[in-house]
């Protein structure tokens, strides 16, 4: 399983989640990420999306993506984004 370690999270209006991480290798595309179960701080989740911050590949190690996490339920949709609105997480704090 694939640890990274967070530099910032968000929460996307229907569609969870996101958490700002480096890349952990270089690659094309994300299929080694979309839909496998990932560690970020040490929570299991997986990942179901992929923000890539508009860049076109190739993608290098280190490079900041964001992962869209599901946690306790399987993905049942996959996204790359182009843009993303970042929502402090102080205002979602008890959100469902």
């Given at each position: 399983m694939i640890q990274f370690k967070s530099e910032d999270k968000f929460?996307?209006?229907?569609?969870?989640?996101?958490?700002?991480?480096?890349?952990?290798?270089?690659?094309?595309?994300?299929?080694?990420?979309?839909?496998?179960?990932?560690?970020?701080?040490?929570?299991?989740?997986?990942?179901?999306?992929?923000?890539r911050n508009a860049k076109m590949p190739p993608f290098k190690a280190g490079e900041k993506i964001s992962l869209l996490v599901a946690e306790g339920r399987l993905a049942n949709s996959v996204i790359d984004a182009e843009v993303v609105t970042k929502v402090p997480v102080k205002e979602i704090e008890g959100a469902v």
């Open positions: 929460f996307i209006n229907g569609r969870g989640m996101g958490y700002v991480v480096a890349l952990d290798q270089d690659t094309n595309d994300f299929k080694h990420l979309l839909g496998q179960h990932v560690l970020i701080d040490g929570v299991k989740y997986q990942c179901v999306g992929v923000e």
